[in-house]
């Protein structure tokens, strides 16, 4: 009874150590799906994970507009910033402008660092025209709001360029 308790325990604990195992790889696998869709200075969605969701969601609307939206957004004066300061203050300002256009818009759209300080906000259901020039209006205020960083207050501004899906032209 003995040897029959014994081998009992130890299939369970070999089942169990396979379970476990188990989890663990399905764990290092959707970490490592999100990974090479992520920024990894700021955490928004990279190019690569943007140009897909594009490919895939884009709706071509009317010549009138009402197709998806895309925002492109450049910081002005990160360089002068980052080469006064030094690069670790250009991350502060990228991961600062890059967590408030996600807390932003990140519901209703993909917002993703292109590379360098350019960044972009895709929306596949589009914007209704009021709504287009409030999010040109409302990305402007949040590239100027001041990063705090080594007891700084870093200051850039941003180019933000905003295009519609029309249809295809011939």
């Known amino acids: 009874l003995q040897t029959h308790s014994k081998a009992l325990t130890d299939l369970i604990s070999s089942r169990m150590a396979a379970a476990r195992e188990h989890n663990r790889a399905i764990s290092a ?19 690569a994970k ?24 450049d910081l002005d004066g990160f360089k002068r910033a980052n080469d006064v300061f030094g690069h670790a203050a250009g991350d502060a300002l990228l991961i600062a402008f890059g967590q408030r256009l996600a807390e932003e818009f990140s519901g209703a759209a993909t917002v993703a660092r292109m590379g360098g300080d350019e960044f972009a906000v895709f929306w596949r ?4 025209t ?16 001041p990063v705090e960083w080594n007891g700084k207050k870093l200051t850039v501004g941003t180019s933000c360029g905003i295009t519609e899906a029309g249809p295809y032209a011939n």
């Open 29 to 47: 696998e959707v970490a490592a799906i999100k990974r090479a869709d992520a920024d990894d200075l700021t955490g928004v969605a990279n190019r």
């Open 50 to 73: 943007l140009i897909r969701d594009i490919g895939r969601d884009m709706i071509q609307g009317p010549a009138t507009g009402g197709g998806s939206v895309v925002a492109i957004c």
């Open 125 to 128: 259901d589009g914007l209704s």
């Open 130 to 145: 009021a709504e287009l020039f409030a999010a040109g209006d409302r990305i402007c205020e949040l590239a100027a709001q």
